[in-house]
Nanobody, 127 residues
Framework: EVQLVESGGGLVQPGGSLRLSCAASGFTFSSYAMSWVRQAPGKGPEWVLTINSGGGSTSYADAVKGRFTISRDNAKNTLYLQMNSLKPEDTAVYFC????????????????????WGQGTQVTVSS
């Protein structure tokens, strides 16, 4: 059974930083692209970043370029999201998500290709 457990969320002031983690189990973590997806109150899911299975290729939404970094440690089955220069509009529940096809080229993946999500962790950016 695929399990994805996010942690590291919390309340932070604008301009601050947070690091989220996602512990994965129940599948061969190193074979799947992973994403971070967020959902703000009253809005639909928004794709944020994706990293390929080996960790050498990433893609970012324009809203977070230069501020957020996705990384992974395949030896620890863990996905990370480093968030810097946080803004109030970054407030959302953040989910990690596993791609359905293994070893996929992330340039051809869309949000619908990520079929397994964690329970999410709340990030609130407010003064």
């Amino acid at each position: 059974e695929v399990q994805l457990v996010e942690s590291g969320g919390g309340l932070v002031q604008p301009g601050g930083s947070l690091r989220l983690s996602c512990a994965a189990s129940g599948f061969t973590f190193s074979s799947y692209a992973m994403s971070w997806v967020r959902q703000a109150p009253g809005k639909g899911p928004e794709w944020v970043l994706t990293i390929n299975s080996g960790g050498g290729s990433t893609s970012y939404a324009d809203a977070v370029k230069g501020r957020f970094t996705i990384s992974r440690d395949n030896a620890k089955n863990t996905l990370y999201l480093q968030m810097n220069s946080l803004k109030p509009e970054d407030t959302a529940v953040y989910f990690c998500a596993k791609s359905t096809p293994p070893n996929a080229n992330i340039n051809y993946l869309s949000l619908g290709d990520f079929g397994s999500w964690g329970q999410g962790t709340q990030v609130t950016v407010s003064s």
